[in-house]
């Protein structure tokens, strides 16, 4: 599946910002070190989501493969390796990756981690069992998000769990006003979506038969994300 140009250049901007700009304070923000009160309240937040998507897995994971789609710095893909998944954790950020293999336990159990850099819609990364994508679509558009999950739903057996920014007067004006500033002020802007419109789209079999099922809004102080689960019937 080809990519679309806004596809395109958002993650190359994407991958400027995270692999230079902000990797210390990701670093920081992903890490048990103090933070300020603004910081706290997204790595809470993010706490919280993390364990909501690791929720809607299956409790043993033994034998299947999952993409951690976005990785970060890979606590997600090491608590799933952990219920015994073999995870393939990919990131558009050099850095973060080398910092997650930098994290990465001694032991995972019966499970095993292979970090990639890379695009998570990449078809030569195979198939798998369950895709997860945690704050890794929030800043693009929803013909992206869309275009993103209708190829990723074709290599999907069970289930894709991602997140997204709800739409919201608060977010929708910070989206706004955003655009104001010089990109050069200001990181990549999150981009707020209506999820009723990504459950239609599902409705309309636009992710390969996959239909949407659980969702979740976790909101804390200056983080607020909706996490949904497209299952395949």
Not at 162 to 187: E, N, Q, Y
């Amino acid at each position: 599946m080809a990519d679309t140009a806004s596809w395109r250049d958002r993650r190359s901007s994407l991958e400027t910002y995270f692999n230079r700009t902000a990797v210390e304070a990701w670093s920081r923000l992903t890490s048990d070190a103090p933070v300020g009160r603004i910081r706290a309240t997204v790595r809470a937040g993010r706490d919280e989501m993390r364990n909501t998507l690791l929720s809607w897995l299956p409790e043993d994971l033994s034998g299947r493969r999952i993409l951690d789609a976005g990785c970060g710095t890979g606590a997600l893909a090491v608590e799933a390796a952990k219920r015994g998944a073999d995870v393939v954790a990919i990131d558009i950020a050099p850095n973060l990756i080398e910092l997650a293999r930098e994290r990465l336990p001694s032991t995972l159990g019966q499970g095993r981690i292979e970090f990639r850099v890379g695009d998570m819609h990449d078809p030569a990364l195979g198939t798998f069992d369950h895709v997860v994508a945690m704050d890794s679509l929030i800043h693009y558009s929803e013909a992206d998000v869309a275009h993103v999950l209708s190829g990723i739903a074709t290599r999907t057996r069970h289930s894709i769990l991602f997140t997204i920014a709800p739409w919201t007067l608060p977010l929708a004006a910070m989206h706004r006003v955003g655009k104001l500033f010089p990109k050069s002020d200001r990181s990549p802007a999150i981009v707020p979506l209506r999820p009723e419109r990504l459950r239609g789209r599902a409705a309309q079999g636009q992710f390969d038969a996959l239909q949407a099922e659980r969702e979740k809004r976790v909101s804390r102080g200056f983080y607020i994300s909706q996490a949904m689960e497209l299952t395949r019937p």
